[in-house]
């Protein structure tokens, strides 16, 4: 029988591999078998070729500036709106500086952070705050406020807390003070040499407090010392004075807003001061200055600003006191309804 082409192809292998016929009959399955085999090792001895790696590319990161808090309070600022929108009209979140006791509040609208006041704490001092320096907890607080940056609400809040009692409506003694006109929003600079800070009124005074007690110590306000009375209803709401050349009204009252015009069924008085003009101050209601109509399904009220221009507020003081302002009006500014966003 003649030689196949399969089985020449074998014969050859065979030869190469020195491999002879098994039996007579040249059983060449067995011989498949063998180089097969053969065949199987040499590919497994063989080196494996790796796919190269591609390299990873590394992801982009943003860094993005951080937020300077001194920097952004020593910052001269016109109110950049007349009245606060409803919606920013209580937002504010709080942050401390580098200053121990100095702290920042800031909104965020639009993703971008904006100063909307300061503070501090007298935790502590010789002529202010005695009893803090003895035990820790009694505070002297003063808060410039600045809703939405606007001009509506611009205020000085103090806080006197003489924990004494541990119960909040009897421990703190408030008193707020409006300033005007309101040519700016009050901002804070250090002056490292002299050792105080520069806080400027919305009126453009100058006020001065020392870098390490908070002590008032200069400028167009005055301060006496925390009263630690331990009867609440002898105890004297925050003593801070405005002396400079504007005028300004205060509220205060005990565990209360301020800014109402009766509490516990007993009326309060705001007061009107001048002090470049006249030397007593004058007392007038709250309800002339800010709305005491109860906020919707609530019972406390709006406490919100009647008038929308200082010359308004100027002609309920005329009104009110009898007292001569034409001098403050041409530096008066509107406080129009904010334009909802």
Not at 1 to 24: G, H, S, V, W
Not at 148 to 162: F, S
Not at 215 to 221: H, I, S, T
Not at 311 to 337: H, Y
């Amino acid at each position: 029988m003649p030689i196949t082409k399969r089985q020449r192809r074998f014969t050859e292998l065979d030869a190469r591999l020195d491999l002879r016929p098994i039996n007579d009959k040249g059983d060449f399955a067995v011989r498949k078998l063998i180089v097969v085999g053969c065949a199987l090792a040499i590919a497994a001895c063989a080196p494996v070729q790796e796919k190269p790696t591609p390299k990873e590319t590394p992801k982009q990161t943003y860094s993005y500036p951080r937020f300077d808090g001194l920097a952004a309070l020593s910052e001269t600022a016109s109110p950049e709106r007349d009245g606060i929108r409803e919606k920013y009209r209580y937002d504010r979140s709080i942050k401390a500086t580098a200053h121990k006791g100095l702290r920042y509040y800031f909104y965020e609208p639009n993703r971008k952070r904006n100063v909307v006041g300061f503070s501090f704490n007298n935790s502590g001092s010789p002529k202010v705050n005695p009893v803090g320096m003895k035990k820790k907890g009694p505070r002297r607080e003063y808060a410039f406020l600045f809703a939405d940056r606007a001009r509506e609400n611009i205020y000085l809040a103090v806080n006197d807390d003489v924990k004494i009692s541990g119960r909040f409506s009897h421990d703190n003694m408030f008193r707020e003070v409006h300033f005007f006109p309101r040519k700016q929003l009050p901002s804070l600079t250090s002056d490292h040499s002299k050792g105080v800070f520069k806080v400027t009124l919305p009126t453009g005074e100058p006020v001065l407090f020392d870098q390490d007690t908070y002590e008032l110590v200069g400028g167009a306000m005055k301060e006496g010392p925390i009263d630690f009375n331990r009867s609440r209803h002898a105890r004297r709401n925050p003593d801070v004075r405005y002396t400079g050349k504007y005028l300004a009204i205060t509220v205060a009252q005990r565990g209360e807003a301020p800014r109402r015009s009766s509490v516990w069924g007993q009326k309060k008085f705001a007061e009107a001061h001048y002090p470049a003009k006249y030397k007593k101050s004058c007392r007038l209601s709250p309800k002339h200055i800010w709305d005491q109509r109860p906020k919707r399904g609530d019972n406390d009220p709006k406490l919100t600003m009647l008038h929308k221009t200082d010359d308004a507020i100027f002609a309920v003081v005329e009104r009110q006191c009898g007292w001569d302002l034409s001098a403050l009006k041409s530096g008066s500014s509107r406080v129009a309804d904010a334009a909802s966003k």
